[in-house]
């Protein structure tokens, strides 16, 4: 009897598959005589055992379709987050700064939690397997949000989302090149430090007046 393992497409569930990403097997091949193969799951790569996500690349490390996607969906989200502050600025004249970031989280929240009833998963159950430090995201964002609402009506929105971005970029070449909080490590190299430098070079033009 040998034992071997392969990478399999499929997750936990069959048609779930998205969710979890891939689920690595072991196949046990057993002769001929004793019947088929059996493949009997042995575990699950990234957070669930502790270690860090696959690279999502192709062997070259060009971006594949899969990554392609992921990047457009943040693109997505970089144009929510830019105009974010704007409504919730024009909130703020008639409700005051603190309550537009509390009515802003609170709409937000609720959005959500009809997203996760509806998905019919019972997440929030894992809650209390947190460590302490992984609730402190709300915290984060209330302060991302507050600073918006009081910064964006006073320098504009492109000045507010350069600053935002100059942090972001230097934080994540940090956190990635360190994989911080058990994420998918990703040296600094040549290339990355091109493309922050022109980046933060971008950003430095918006804000010189």
Not at 104 to 116: M, R, T
Not at 121 to 145: C, K, N, P, Q, S
Not at 157 to 176: E, H, P, S
Request: proline letters at 6%; glycine letters at 12%.
């Amino acid at each position: 009897m040998r034992a071997g393992s392969f990478l399999c497409a499929a997750g936990p569930h069959p048609d779930d598959c998205g969710a979890w990403g891939p689920v690595y097997v072991s196949v046990l091949r057993i002769p001929a005589a004793a019947g088929p193969c059996a493949v009997v799951p042995a575990r699950v790569p990234g957070e669930l055992d502790g270690r860090r996500p696959e690279p999502l690349q192709t062997q070259r490390g060009y971006p594949g379709v899969r990554q392609l996607l992921l990047f457009a969906l943040m693109f997505c989200g970089g144009i929510a987050l830019t105009v974010q502050p704007s409504i919730n600025g024009r909130l703020a004249q008639k409700t005051g700064i603190l309550a537009s970031s509390c009515v802003s989280f609170w709409v937000g929240a609720l959005a959500l939690l009809a997203l996760v009833l509806l998905s019919g998963r019972d997440g929030l159950t894992g809650i209390g397997r947190a460590e302490w430090w992984e609730l402190t995201g709300g915290f984060l964002g209330a302060f991302f949000v507050t600073m918006t609402i009081l910064v964006v009506p006073r320098v504009g929105t492109a000045a507010a989302m350069a600053a935002v971005i100059a942090a972001q970029l230097t934080t994540g070449v940090v956190l990635d090149h360190l994989g911080l909080f058990r994420l998918q490590q990703v040296p600094f190299d040549v290339w990355r430090a091109a493309g922050v430098t022109l980046l933060m070079a971008g950003a430095v033009l918006v804000l010189w007046r």
